[in-house]
C-alpha cells in the first residue's frame, strides 16, 4: 500500500503552521498502524497527525470555528452541522428545558431555516441566560452525540448573543419514514395510545402518516397535555430517539397544534394472521384498572396499583392475552375490550355479573372466556410492535369446501 | 426457525416460544428420534418427524374417547385421542394442574383441541410410544377439527414437498433416521384424513 498520498495531505495541513514534518517517519507510522494493527487508514491518518500536533504544540485541529470570534466564515446551516465539529450559528431557541443535572445551566432546542438541533449550556460557561422565542448568535459551540442524537454543547469558549430577528419559523414537517435520530417535526396522526406504564408518562401510543408510524412518548410536565386519538396534529420540535435500532418520538417539549380535517395513514401495517389460540394467559378476562387519571394499570387481585396503592374505586375492563399459532410462528396476541367481546360474545357488563356473583369471581370469567377461544382457529388483523400483535379485530374462521377441494387434489395429484 | 436463531433469542432475553407443528397421528408414531437442541439442562428437546422437521410443541384437534385416572399419590390422566389416520396418547400429570383440571371435567367423547409436548419412550419389550404431555386441552366444535384437518394436511403436503427439494439440516436427518420413509405412503395418508371430511 501507498503512504505518500495520505502523507503529503498531514504534511500540507502542518506546513500551514511553519512546521517541517519527517515523511520518512510519518510514513513509518501509518504503515505500522494500518498493516500491524489492523487500523482503519482515514482513522491511522487521524492518529498520526494528533501525535505530530502534540509534538508542535498545536491545539487540537478544528475543522470550522477555528479562524477566530467574529468570522463569519464557519457559519453553518443547522441541518449542516455533523458530531464533531466546532460551529457558528445562527438560530432560534425554540423550546428550552429544565436542565437534568446541576453542571448544566439550560437546555432546548434551536432551530434555523434547515433545521433543529438539542443545545446544552453547561453551567461552567457562564453564558448570558437565552431566552424562549429569541435569536442568537452562537460561535464556536462544539457539537458532539448523546445517545445517537447530536448536541450542541456551549462551552466556556462559546460566545452567544442576541441578534435582532424576528423572523417566524415555520419548519417543514418529515414524512414519518424519513425521521432520523435528532430533532424533527412531523404531521401526523394519533393511530393508538397504549396504557402508561410509568407514573411520570403522560401518554404513549403510536403516530402515524401515509409514509409510516412512530411510537411516542409524553413524558408529565406541567402544561403537557394528551393527544386525542384519531386526531391530526403538526408536532414541530420533538425530540427522535434511537433505542434497539427502533425510532421514537418524545413530544416532551416539542411544539404541538391539532390540525383541522383527516390524513391518510399508512395501512400495510395492519397485517392479517392466522392460527390456532394455543394458550390464554393469566392476567387475561375481566381486570380492574386504577382509576387514577392517566394511569390506567391494571390492579392486583388486592386491588393494589404499583404506584398509586389501593384504589378502592377501580374501573373494570376486558382484555385478553395469549399466543396465536400457525404451526411455523407463534404470535404473542393482546386482544382490547371491543375485539374480546365481539369474539367470546360477553360483554362487560355480562363480565361484571359474572365476577360479582359467582363464587369463583373474576376466575369464573377467565374460565368461561377461555373454554370459548382456547383451540380456535381465528383471523387476527393488528399491529405487530415488539413481537406483540395489538389486535383490531379477530374473527373465527370458517371451513371452506373450496379449500378442502384444493387439498384434495394436492394430495391425490401425485400418487 | 434454526436452532441458531432459538439460542441467540435465549441470550438476548428475548423469549422466543417454540411453535406448535401440525402433524397426524400415523406420522408421530412413526417418531424414532428425539434429541435435545443446546447442552443446558434446561435446552428443549425435539422429536424428529420423519417428514424432517423438529416438534418441540404440537397442536392437535380429534375425539378424545378414552380417559383414565392414574396413580394414588401422584395422580395422571391418561387419554386418547383419535384423528382420520389413528390415535394420539395424551397424559396429563401434576406438573400441568391446568391440564389435568381441565381433563377431568371432559366428557368422552369429545371434540378437543390439544396443545402439548411430544415425548418418545421406548417400552420394556423394545416397541417405541410418542405421549404427548398436555399443556391445555378444551372441548371444541366439529368445525374446529375440519379446520385443523386442513391445517394439518397443508402443513404435512409442505413438508413432503420440502423433503423431495430441499436440505435444511433438519431434513437430512430425517433421511437418516428414516431410511425406509416412503412419501407416497404420506401422501395418502393425507388424502385418506381429508377424504373423511363429509361435504
Given at each position: 500500500m501507498d503512504y505518500s498520498e495520505a502523507t503529503e495531505r498531514i504534511s500540507r495541513k502542518f506546513k500551514k503552521s511553519g512546521n517541517e514534518i519527517n515523511r520518512e517517519k510519518v510514513e513509518g507510522k501509518l504503515r505500522r498502524l494500518i498493516e500491524?494493527?489492523?487500523?482503519q487508514p482515514a482513522e491511522a491518518e487521524r492518529s498520526v497527525s494528533n501525535e505530530l500536533a502534540k509534538e508542535f504544540n498545536i491545539p487540537p485541529a478544528s475543522p470550522q470555528g477555528s479562524s477566530g470570534t467574529g468570522s463569519a466564515t464557519g457559519q453553518k446551516a443547522i441541518a449542516d452541522v455533523c458530531p464533531g465539529d466546532w460551529v457558528t450559528l445562527e438560530g432560534k431557541v425554540v423550546s428550552l428545558a429544565p436542565?437534568?443535572?446541576?453542571?448544566?445551566a439550560q437546555s432546548g432546542i434551536v432551530a434555523d431555516e434547515s433545521g433543529a438541533i438539542r443545545f446544552v449550556v453547561w453551567a461552567k460557561s457562564n453564558a448570558p441566560k437565552i431566552k424562549e422565542g429569541a435569536w442568537y448568535r452562537i460561535e464556536s459551540a462544539v457539537v458532539d452525540e448523546y445517545k445517537n442524537i447530536p448536541n450542541l454543547k456551549v462551552h466556556s469558549g462559546t460566545t452567544i448573543k442576541e441578534i435582532d430577528k424576528t423572523d417566524p419559523l415555520i419548519p417543514s414537517p418529515l414524512p414519518v419514514k424519513d425521521l432520523r435520530p435528532g430533532i424533527g417535526s412531523v404531521r401526523a396522526k394519533v393511530i393508538q395510545e397504549w396504557d402508561v406504564t410509568h407514573d411520570r408518562m403522560l401518554q404513549s401510543g403510536i403516530v402515524g402518516d401515509e409514509t409510516g408510524t412512530i411510537k411516542f412518548i409524553i413524558w408529565k410536565e406541567q402544561g403537557k397535555e394528551k393527544l386525542a386519538v384519531g386526531s391530526v396534529y403538526s408536532i414541530f420540535y420533538a425530540q427522535v430517539d434511537e433505542f434497539n435500532e427502533r425510532l421514537s418520538l418524545n413530544l416532551t417539549s416539542a411544539t404541538i397544534m391539532q390540525e383541522e380535517g383527516d390524513i391518510a395513514t399508512i395501512t400495510g401495517g395492519d397485517a392479517e394472521i392466522r392460527g390456532a389460540i394455543v394458550h390464554i394467559a393469566p392476567g387475561s378476562g375481566i381486570i380492574k384498572r386504577c382509576p387514577v387519571e392517566g394511569c390506567n394499570r391494571a390492579l392486583s387481585r388486592q386491588n393494589y396499583c404499583p404506584i398509586h396503592e389501593i384504589q378502592p374505586n377501580f374501573v373494570y375492563d376486558l382484555r385478553i392475552k395469549g399466543w396465536l399459532d400457525d404451526g411455523e410462528r407463534t404470535h404473542n396476541l393482546l386482544l382490547k375490550r371491543d375485539v374480546v367481546e365481539a369474539l367470546t360474545g360477553i360483554n362487560l357488563d355480562q363480565a361484571k355479573e359474572i365476577a360479582e356473583n359467582n363464587p369463583l369471581g373474576m376466575d369464573e370469567v377467565f374460565l368461561q372466556m377461555r373454554e370459548k377461544v382456547l383451540g380456535r382457529y381465528v383471523a387476527c388483523k393488528g399491529r405487530e410492535i415488539e413481537n406483540r400483535v395489538l389486535v383490531n379485530s379477530c374473527e373465527r374462521m370458517h371451513f371452506e369446501s373450496g379449500e378442502h377441494t384444493k387439498l384434495l387434489n394436492r394430495a391425490g395429484g401425485a400418487s | 426457525m434454526s436452532a441458531k436463531d432459538t439460542e441467540m433469542g435465549r441470550r438476548d432475553g428475548s423469549f422466543e416460544r417454540e411453535p406448535a407443528r401440525r402433524v397426524f397421528a400415523s406420522e408421530l408414531r412413526e417418531c424414532r428420534y428425539q434429541f435435545r437442541d443446546g447442552e443446558d439442562e434446561k435446552s428443549p428437546t425435539f422429536v424428529l418427524l420423519p417428514t424432517g422437521e423438529r416438534s418441540n410443541r404440537i397442536f392437535l384437534v380429534g375425539t378424545l374417547t378414552e380417559k383414565t385416572r392414574q396413580g394414588e399419590q401422584n395422580i395422571f390422566y391418561r387419554g386418547r385421542v383419535i384423528d382420520p389416520t389413528g390415535t394420539f396418547f395424551i397424559m396429563a400429570g401434576s406438573y400441568q394442574p391446568e391440564a389435568m383440571q381441565q381433563m377431568a371435567k371432559i366428557e368422552t367423547p369429545a371434540f378437543v383441541a390439544v396443545t402439548g409436548k411430544p415425548n418418545l419412550y421406548q417400552k420394556p419389550d423394545g416397541s417405541y410410544l410418542v405421549s404427548v404431555r398436555v399443556e391445555s386441552i378444551t372441548v371444541v366444535d366439529k368445525e374446529t377439527r375440519d379446520l385443523w384437518l386442513l391445517d394439518t394436511a397443508t402443513r404435512t403436503l409442505d413438508r413432503i414437498d420440502a423433503l423431495a427439494t430441499s436440505t435444511t439440516p433438519d431434513i437430512l436427518k430425517a433421511k437418516e433416521q428414516y431410511p425406509t420413509l416412503d412419501l407416497a405412503t404420506h401422501r395418502r395418508m393425507v388424502y385418506d384424513a381429508l377424504a373423511q371430511i363429509k361435504i
Open positions: 500491524e494493527f489492523g487500523v436542565p437534568a443535572s446541576p453542571a448544566i | -
